[in-house]
């Protein structure tokens, strides 16, 4: 399996394959660049078909926290790990000590957190064998996904304002896929924005507590893609839009926290051929790192302070509506046009750092 011809392989500085036979654990931690500063991005646990699978998610991951970071303003640089198994069957403690040995091993170029398939406690799990952790209740600003979906909902209404001229949410349909931690908070501040909401998970629960809580409508996870929307939000895994859905969306706006939405980056133009707004998924989704962020830089003289944060993480909204400018005066799809932005911003670092 080669690493430096994968196709996602983009200048990755360091990929760490890491194997421990007592525990059982198998994972890759990829670095993609720390011009910035040190690279964070969180861990994902997923029975991946082959570590082909796992090798590509991880690059992909990676890199666009690179981007995330560089467009919010961040004093970091993008990394991202994953773990090759099952969530619900093969968790043990032992994984997650392995696991933070691995993060200890790299002397602080990686900073872990959680990620789908992994949650704060198995990241505390890992803090036993590593100070190198963010997003922990004890010594940290605890789980970031509020926060990842606070930025999302900002991120939804700018491109609500930009695309359809609405001042508000009330009455626009979002259709949600994923009711994970970060979906089910998002669709509890859409439905208190007065949203009409359509929901699809593979947890029938979760979607029938949607409907309790949101009033929300219930649709197939294989067919809530093709519902007629204003925002379709994926917020589950990535690469929903791709040569086969992309003709099927009968949406206005593409905004949702899932990462890597886009199967290949041709179809962020694909999008606005079919005159789709597309809020790229790395600028949305980065209320979490932004709220780790401020974790990360809080002293005992300025201690994290959560409404400080989230005020920061309200200003996704503000960078999106640049974007959407950018691409609309120069005639390009979203997605390139927040790709040269976040790559002055971590190039320019780069040359300083090399200076």
Same mark, same amino acid.
């Given at each position: ?19 421990? *036979? ?12 720390? &011009? ?57 403690? *032992? ?9 200890? &091993? ?20 890992? &803090? ?37 001229g609405a001042p508000d949410l009330k009455g626009i349909r ?13 669709c509890r501040l859409l439905h208190e924005a007065g949203a ?36 379709? *939000? ?28 886009? *199967? ?33 830089? &809080? ?57």
């Open positions: 399996m080669s690493v430096f011809s994968h196709d996602a392989f983009d200048g990755h500085e360091q990929v760490v394959f890491c194997r421990d *036979a007592e525990s059982g654990l198998k994972a890759i931690i990829a670095i993609h660049n720390t &011009s910035r500063g040190t690279s964070l991005g969180g861990c994902r646990m997923w029975p991946y078909a082959n570590e082909e699978e796992a090798l590509t998610d991880v690059l992909r991951l990676s890199r666009g926290m690179t981007y995330k970071s560089a467009l919010a303003n961040l004093p970091f640089g993008g990394g991202k790990s994953v773990i090759i198994g099952n969530p619900q069957t093969d968790k043990t403690p *032992a994984l997650f000590h392995a696991m933070g040995r691995f993060v200890e &091993s790299l002397s602080g170029r990686y900073v872990v957190a959680e990620d789908v398939g992994i949650s704060v406690p198995d990241v505390e799990t890992m &803090s036993k064998e590593t100070r190198h952790v963010a997003g922990i209740p004890t010594g940290g600003s605890g789980d970031p996904s509020p926060a990842t979906a606070f930025g999302v909902f900002e991120g939804i209404k700018a491109a609500v304002a930009f695309k359809l979002v259709a949600v896929q994923g009711l994970g931690h970060v979906g089910w908070e998002l009409q909401l359509i929901v699809a998970d593979l947890n029938r629960q979760q979607t029938q507590r949607a409907v309790e809580w949101f009033d929300a409508q219930v649709s197939a996870p294989d067919a809530i893609i093709r519902e007629a929307v204003s925002v379709y *939000a994926p917020c589950a895994l990535g690469a929903t839009i791709n040569d086969a859905s992309i003709g099927e969306l009968r949406c206005a706006i593409v905004a949702g926290s899932a990462n890597n939405q886009l *199967a290949e980056e041709r179809h962020g133009a694909l999008l606005r051929d079919r005159g789709i707004l597309y809020a790229p998924d790395y600028v949305i989704n980065a209320g979490g790192v932004i709220n780790i962020s401020h974790e990360k830089r &809080s002293t005992g003289d300025k201690p994290y302070v959560k409404a400080t944060a989230f005020a920061h993480v309200a200003r996704i909204g503000k960078t999106l509506t640049e974007i959407f400018e950018i691409a609309e005066r120069k005639g390009i799809s979203t997605a390139q046009a927040a790709d040269r932005l976040a790559e002055q911003r971590f190039k320019r670092a780069g040359h300083r750092k090399a200076a």
